[in-house]
């Protein structure tokens, strides 16, 4: 079930839905879900508008030669304009927000967070090479699946998939 847009009326849906937590999630470099879950208890409208700081970056660093980050303050800022949902799978009641990344000292999007390099592709695209649509399309399997691996020879090709 989508969730409403605008942060009072997302926080009155958690509240009156007893969500127990909200799932901040963003997309690595790799195409690797990564998240960060919060007690709703603890959120506030400022959460919602201006994001929440990503700890520990390094942890989650898509690859260590794109760019020295340790010295960034890097925040989730969630993405309000498309619909949320609940996460089916949680065994506490959660919501989804899915994130851009970006720099707080500077308040830009991080340039290596793949929601804001998947924009800029689409601006290009659509202003710059003057495609008129784009269909995007995600591979249902990395998602699903804890490991995937795809091997292609010439005479066959394989896709393995493994939950861990």
Do not use: H
Request: aromatic share 12%.
């Amino acid at each position: 079930m989508p969730l409403p847009l605008k942060p009072t009326a997302l926080l009155k849906y958690l509240k009156d839905n007893q969500i127990t937590f909200l799932d901040f999630r963003f997309t690595d470099l790799r195409g690797q879900w990564r998240s960060i879950s919060y007690p709703t208890s603890t959120l506030s409208i400022n959460d919602l508008q201006k994001g929440i700081p990503l700890p520990s970056f390094a942890e989650y660093n898509p690859s260590d030669i794109l760019e020295d980050i340790s010295s960034r303050e890097l925040w989730l800022i969630p993405d309000l304009t498309i619909p949320q949902v609940e996460d089916p799978f949680a065994l506490e009641p959660t919501a989804i927000l899915f994130c851009y990344l970006t720099d707080k000292l500077s308040s830009q999007p991080f340039s290596y967070d793949a929601r804001t390099i998947a924009q800029k592709t689409e601006v290009y695209f659509l202003k710059q090479a003057n495609i008129k649509k784009l269909v995007y399309t995600g591979e249902l399997e990395f998602f699903l699946l804890d490991k995937t691996s795809v091997e292609a020879l010439q005479s066959s090709s394989t896709l393995k998939g493994e939950n861990l």
